[in-house]
């Protein structure tokens, strides 16, 4: 992704056909029309960040050849994945989430807290997240909760997920990585 972001940042390219985003700082999916002209912002994770009359977007990895680019694989699980296998897979979809305006996945951030997959009666399981934002008034927490409920969704195993959104704790640099903290020049 950061290659892509190399080559194509500040780039505006026509859409090739119809895409779901998720706007910013709003949180909310809307469609995008084929022929639309959108920006390329910035790429992280496995989302791309574009403007569209002047509004910011993101769009998924999986969806790039709506850009005219090779999409990125959606993560797949064996039909029989047992719970700790979705559970990895949930972490994993969670450290391809950034908050659109700082460069360290939220993992890292310290910003989730845990999941827990719950088997409904149904058969059906369901994920819950928990986590924070930098700071209660941050205007990228719906934004930060659709990206990782689209993302942890591309499992067909899992039914839905809830992203808990909660400030106890409240979040503090001493919960980021230390990668996350050199990243970011915060030593």
């Known amino acids: 992704m950061e290659q892509l972001e ?5 780039q505006e390219m026509p859409l090739q056909r119809d895409v779901s985003a998720i706007s910013i700082p709003f949180g909310k999916s809307v469609t995008l029309t084929e022929d639309s002209v959108v920006g390329v912002m910035q790429a992280k994770g496995s989302t791309v960040s574009v403007t569209f009359e002047g509004r910011l977007y993101l769009i998924e990895g999986s969806d790039l050849d709506a850009l005219g680019l090779e999409p990125l694989p959606r993560p797949t699980l064996p039909e029989d994945a047992d719970d700790a296998t979705l ?3 949930v972490w994993d ?3 391809t989430c ?4 700082i460069p360290v996945n939220i993992v890292d ?8 997959i719950e088997h409904l009666l149904s058969g059906e399981r369901v994920v819950t997240v928990r986590m ?14 659709e990206d990782a409920r689209r993302k942890i969704l591309g499992a067909a ?13 409240p979040w503090s640099r001493e919960m980021m990585t230390e990668e996350a903290r050199l990243e970011l020049g915060l030593f």
């Open 6 to 10: 190399s080559l194509y940042k500040g």
């Open 87 to 89: 559970e990895q897979f």
């Open 93 to 95: 979809q969670l450290r």
């Open 98 to 101: 950034f908050d659109p305006e």
């Open 109 to 116: 951030l310290g910003l989730v807290y845990g999941c827990r």
């Open 132 to 145: 924070t934002l930098t700071a209660p008034g941050c205007g990228m927490g719906d934004v930060i909760a």
């Open 157 to 169: 195993q899992i039914s839905r997920v809830h992203i808990d959104i909660v400030f106890d704790p």
